[in-house]
């Protein structure tokens, strides 16, 4: 079951994390507000961060991680997908899924 601050919390993740992918470009400390904002109102009222958004968060200089901007992705050895952050360089590494 979903409570309804959980409810709330997401929205404005999602809603902060749009906000921040349109300012990277126009004005990346900006954006970096966006995505520290996310990650408080996840401390706050410990509430976990959607996966789909947390996998695309910065977690060293806190830029969201945006295809082709701020993100390279690579697939290893058919096994493991590396993500890694352009602008400070901080990898973040997924296992793929078996079968
Ligand atoms: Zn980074």
């Known amino acids: 079951m979903v409570g ?7 929205e404005r ?7 921040a992918s349109e300012e990277l470009p126009r004005n990346p400390s900006r954006s970096r507000r ?10 706050k009222n410990r509430v ?9 968060l910065c ?9 082709l901007k701020t ?7 058919r096994k493991y997908v590396i993500y890694r ?3 400070c360089g901080a990898c973040r590494r997924f296992q793929l899924m078996k079968g």
């Not at 309804?4 to 997401?10: A, D, G, M, N, T």
């Not at 977690?59 to 295809?67: A, Y």
């Open 4 to 10: 309804k601050v959980e409810k709330i919390c997401r």
């Open 13 to 19: 993740m999602r809603i902060l994390f749009k906000l």
């Open 34 to 43: 966006y995505v520290e904002l996310i990650k408080r109102i996840s401390t």
């Open 48 to 56: 976990r961060i959607p996966k789909d958004i947390k996998s695309f």
């Open 59 to 67: 977690k060293q200089c806190n830029l969201p991680l945006i295809p």
């Open 71 to 77: 993100l390279k992705v690579r697939i290893k050895k």
């Open 85 to 87: 952050c352009l602008n």
